[in-house]
């Protein structure tokens, strides 16, 4: 039904040719869904969205029609194209027995053009051949820019004018980055704009898409527990933690020009915080969401300097093996001051959430991989308990643990008796632990946002006066790193990261979980 709702959408006096459809009232199997992921041949092609693509496919969720193409400048055959998806598409699902004929049939719906980005030419020849696939049905066509960001625009343009379905839906979902400041972001939606309706653009953010982050919003408002104490009155600090225990090895290219904090922590932690910490939505309707994001975005302050550390990893050797340092890619430019690490102290000024820091935290080559939200409650006052407690008072407060990955879970950080005679407490855990509780894997966020492009649904994506809210928090502070050439806290490779995200948040009396 939902695939069949997309497809009546229709937009009102489109800028361009690349437009909504006008309203057919048309049965899903009459139409088709054509899947075309600009960037084909590279890496986050092969490693997430043909297996997502085919991972929807097993599950039954692609419409009946469809066709997947493939585009890139390198040149490719249609088997070619197979033999490669094919090396990276798992039965992760489930283990059925049917997995290796399931793959033969979604490689046999999958072809490859090859062309340049800004050829209409090309574009054109691809027009033709999505025809073909598409069988004189009402044509629904996605575009996946899973390219460079400096050619966005030209993909973007050749595909409205030259690749656009003329009686279906055209949606483009684009990568991140989305610009590398607020200027630069606004100039990228402008000329977006110029092609394309904003209800047509399903900009990207994956973290999203995952299972825990998706839940965040059942945990609040479908518990009477937890939406009461989900203010200053009960919560003393809240932290969003990314990790990753390998370095920017391959990416050094692309993450030299961003750094740590536009690379996790102005898209995937932000966006996390804005769903934390939003109003209660009017309906669980993608502009009633998307509204209270802006809403809690807005009520920012712009991030200040002396609330900000910033770290780049160093060479360590460990076992006989030596990591490498961050400036030893020889992709990164020599004496590179780009942060790899970053801490920082935000905050919320509205009723709810006056006074409370939200601490983030983002590292490459740490000691381990992970992504988690910890709320740290405030202590109980008047504790009765005091005394059975010990003399660490901050370590009895409650804590709320949302594991994003790996191994997802949730867990209540509470004190209890220890069972005997005594009167001791100790800290234990009321826990809810995927694994244990959920026999059936978890799909991964690139599955749940594709289908979400191909039914319409918008609320996981980004919209454009988020991303500008989002930008403004962290443009002038990025700035002033910039200009003023501020030196990184150098920490070795696989280690816990720069002490100074210790000082940064004892200034506001806070210790990371
Ligand atoms: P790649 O660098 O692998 O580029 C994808 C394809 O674009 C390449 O195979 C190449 O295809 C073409 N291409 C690369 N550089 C240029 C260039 N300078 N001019 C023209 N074409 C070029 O990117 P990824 O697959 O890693 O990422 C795609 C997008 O997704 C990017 O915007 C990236 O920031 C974003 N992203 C990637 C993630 C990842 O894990 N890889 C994670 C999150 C976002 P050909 O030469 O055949 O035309
Ligand atoms: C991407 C970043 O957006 O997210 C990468 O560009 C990072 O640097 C990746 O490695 C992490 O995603 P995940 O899903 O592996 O945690």
Redesign the pocket.
């Known amino acids: 039904k939902k695939v069949k709702d997309g497809l009546l959408s229709s937009s009102v006096n489109p800028p361009s040719e690349f437009k909504e459809a006008a309203s057919f009232d048309v049965n899903q199997n009459e139409s088709t869904v054509s899947i075309t992921v600009v960037?084909?041949?590279?890496?986050?092609?092969?490693?997430?969205i043909f297996p997502a693509l085919f991972a929807l496919y097993y599950e039954g969720c692609l419409p009946k029609h469809f066709t997947i193409f493939g585009y890139?400048?390198?040149k490719m055959t249609d088997a070619e194209l197979r033999n490669m998806v094919s090396k990276t598409l798992t039965c992760r699902i489930d283990k059925r027995e049917n997995c290796d004929e399931k793959m033969d049939e979604f490689l046999k719906r999958c072809f490859y053009h090859?062309g340049?980005?800004d050829s209409d030419g090309n574009f054109q020849e691809l027009d033709k051949k999505l025809k073909e696939h598409e069988g004189g049905r009402v044509s629904n066509r996605l575009f996946y820019?899973?390219?460079?960001?400096?050619?966005?625009i030209d993909a973007v343009r050749c595909a409205s004018t030259s690749a656009s379905s003329g009686n279906g839906w055209n949606r483009v979902i684009v990568?991140?980055?989305f610009g590398r400041d607020s200027e630069s972001s606004a100039a990228l939606t402008r000329s977006l704009k110029q092609f394309l309706e904003e209800d047509q653009i399903f900009r990207?953010d994956?973290y999203l898409g995952k299972e825990l982050v998706e839940n965040l919003s059942v945990l609040r408002f479908s518990n009477l527990i937890f939406e009461p104490l989900w203010s200053r009155q009960y919560i003393r600090n809240v932290q969003f933690i990314f990790s990753e225990d390998f370095g920017t090895e391959g990416?050094g290219g692309?993450f030299d020009n961003y750094g740590i904090i536009r690379d996790i922590m102005q898209n995937h932690l932000l966006q996390i915080l804005a769903l934390f910490a939003m109003e209660t939505p009017v309906s669980l309707d993608a502009e009633d969401i998307r509204n209270e994001k802006v809403k809690v975005l807005r009520s920012m302050r712009p991030l200040q300097l002396e609330d900000v550390i910033i770290g780049q990893y160093k060479s360590h050797t460990k076992g006989g093996v030596t990591y490498p340092a961050y400036v030893d890619d020889k992709t990164v430019p020599k004496g590179s001051l780009t942060p790899t690490f970053a801490a920082a102290a935000l905050f919320i000024d509205n009723a709810r959430w006056d006074g409370v820091p939200f601490l983030m935290k983002a590292g490459k080559a740490l000691h381990k991989k992970g992504a988690e939200i910890r709320v740290q409650f405030r202590h109980v006052p008047g504790n009765l308990y005091n005394k059975s407690i010990g003399t660490d008072l901050d370590r009895a407060t409650n804590e709320l643990v949302i594991r994003v990955q790996p191994d997802e879970a949730i867990y209540l950080k509470i004190n209890n008796k220890v069972p005997g005679l005594g009167m001791r407490l100790d800290r234990s855990n009321l826990n809810l632990h995927y694994a244990a509780r959920y026999s059936k894997e978890i799909p991964d966020a690139y599955e749940r946002l594709l289908l979400d492009a191909i039914e319409g649904e918008r609320r996981l994506f980004i919209r454009s006066d988020e991303l500008d809210a989002a930008w403004a928090l962290f443009t002038p502070v990025l700035k002033e790193i910039e200009e003023k050439k501020i030196i990184p806290e150098y920490y070795p490779y696989g280690s816990r990261g720069p002490v100074g995200a210790h000082y940064l948040a004892a200034r506001y009396n806070v210790k990371w979980g």
């Open positions: 960037g084909a041949s590279g890496d986050l092609a092969k490693k997430k890139a400048r390198s090859s340049q980005y820019l899973s390219i460079p960001p400096n050619i966005f990568e991140k980055p990207i994956h990416r692309y």
